[in-house]
């Protein structure tokens, strides 16, 4: 349960950021970013942080139902700014799969 409350507070500090500074990113990104910026001047990842990742892995594909559904009922939006959420979609995998990608050469590396 403590992983999971680690999880929580850096949301809320997210959120606590974003409405502060009126940042133009979702709380959860901020969130995100300052979690990262934890773990990378930590070291390492927590014992109980990694168990309730390991927890909530599994469960992920249940968080795209809802962006599924809205993609269904915004026909509309999607057609007219259809070409340009296209182009996002496809500049910011970029820098996910290249992250991915650094992620697993490190893993690869550590593991032999």
């Known amino acids: ?8 507070i850096f949301l809320l500090l997210g959120s606590l950021l974003q409405t502060l500074l009126h940042l133009p990113v979702p709380a959860s990104i901020v969130g995100m970013l300052l979690l990262l910026l934890a773990l990378i001047l930590r070291g390492k990842t927590p014992d109980n942080l990694q168990r309730i990742t390991q927890t909530l892995s599994p469960l992920l594909p249940l968080f795209l139902i809802p962006v599924s559904v809205g993609i269904i009922t915004q026909k509309q939006l999607l057609a ?16 996910g799969a290249l992250v991915c990608a650094l992620i697993m050469r490190k893993g690869g590396k550590s593991g032999s």
């Open 1 to 8: 349960m403590s992983g999971l409350l680690t999880l929580l």
């Open 80 to 95: 007219e700014h259809g070409p340009a959420l296209l182009i996002i979609l496809a500049v910011s995998l970029i820098p």
